[in-house]
């Protein structure tokens, strides 16, 4: 079996999660989210964040606005709705849980 892909399975489910809590510290253009995303080393490409950030649009968990640029073209800043605040408060819960529930099963056991 191949760690690579289960590797990117779990990237892929995690992405969402931290694509909502980038842009919760502030509005985010796409090439800061991926220079976040790079930072935490979740290397991500325009070609699967633009079709994910429309999914969190059309889910009314983001909405966006045109910014001009002075360097090109203009730029959409995506940023978190109310409904987008309140899922990610539900997925904060969820990944909490969920690391606990992980940490129980894979965590040595002791012989006291």
Known sequence: MNTENIKAQMRKGVLEYCILSVIKKGDAYVSDLIDELK?????VVEGTL?????????????????????SGPPRKYYALTPKGESFLVE????????????????KPESHE
Not at 39 to 43: A, H, P, Y
């Open 39 to 43: 930072k935490g080393e979740l290397i």
């Open 50 to 70: 633009y079709p994910l950030l429309t999914r969190l649009k059309n889910a009314e968990f983001l909405t966006y606005r045109w910014e001009e640029s002075v």
């Open 91 to 106: 997925l904060s819960q969820c990944w909490d849980e969920l690391i606990k529930s992980v940490n129980i099963i894979i």
